[in-house]
T-cell receptor, first 115, second 112 residues
Framework: AQSVTQLGSHVSVSEGALVLLRCNYSSSVPPYLFWYVQYPNQGLQLLLKYTSAATLVKGINGFEAEFKKSETSFHLTKPSAHMSDAAEYFCAVSDRGGSQGNLIFGKGTKLSVKP | DAGVTQSPTHLIKTRGQQVTLRCSPKSGHDTVSWYQQALGQGPQFIFQYYEEEERQRGNFPDRFSGHQFPNYSSELNVNALLLGDSALYLC???????????FGPGTRLTVL
């Protein structure tokens, strides 16, 4: 069965500092991996996705993630945090390709950005 | 192009009542999935509809049921509401053959 573990329910960084949000997955099949962001009282917005192409994936708003099969990880990074990055971030795995797969989410990491 | 829309935005019900939530998918999408997000948790998959049939189902009781209409819009019905059903209910749409799901803003259900 597929599962996702996000290390750290709350991460705090200073504006301009590196953002690193950790995600480890478990999957019995080649995974499709996703990072979503959720702002307060809103739905989820896709940041980026890995679907077995390049292992370094670039997303919106300057975020990127690297798929490391040997470490079963898909950590999200951004070189320089901005105040507008404060939100909750969810890592998710899909158990199959196409839209047939359902998404299995981690518990989320709340990112705070200090001025 | 309108994205995924959901109605109502907020809803308050009492235990034992029934509720219906609605979702209109993004234009061009034919698949609708529903998720439940309890406070402080990640979304949990309820079920997915494609071609007006339930294609997949998560670990939710039969009190949770759904429907998809010919125009691809969808409803989520919950019977015999429990306090634990209080959550944000998210609808996501996608195009069959694509792996990207687009989420709506959600419906906040409070059960008293």
């Amino acid at each position: 069965a597929q599962s996702v573990t996000q290390l750290g329910s709350h991460v705090s960084v200073s504006e301009g500092a590196l953002v690193l949000l950790r995600c480890n997955y478990s999957s019995s099949v080649p995974p499709y991996l996703f990072w979503y962001v959720q702002y307060p009282n809103q739905g989820l917005q896709l940041l980026l996705k890995y679907t077995s192409a390049a292992t370094l994936v670039k997303g919106i708003n300057g975020f990127e993630a690297e798929f490391k099969k040997s470490e079963t990880s898909f950590h999200l990074t951004k070189p320089s945090a901005h105040m507008s990055d404060a939100a909750e971030y969810f890592c998710a795995v899909s158990d199959r390709g196409g839209s047939q797969g359902n998404l299995i989410f981690g518990k989320g990491t709340k990112l705070s950005v200090k001025p | 192009d309108a994205g995924v829309t959901q109605s109502p935005t907020h809803l308050i019900k009492t235990r034992g009542q029934q509720v219906t939530l609605r979702c209109s998918p993004k234009s061009g999408h034919d698949t609708v999935s529903w998720y439940q997000q309890a406070l402080g948790q990640g979304p949990q998959f309820i079920f997915q509809y494609y071609e007006e049939e339930e294609r997949q189902r998560g670990n939710f009781p039969d009190r949770f049921s759904g429907h998809q209409f010919p125009n691809y819009s969808s409803e989520l019905n919950v019977n015999a509401l429990l306090l634990g059903d209080s959550a944000l209910y998210l609808c996501a749409s996608s195009f069959s053959g694509d792996n990207e799901q687009f989420f709506g803003p959600g419906t906040r259900l409070t059960v008293l």
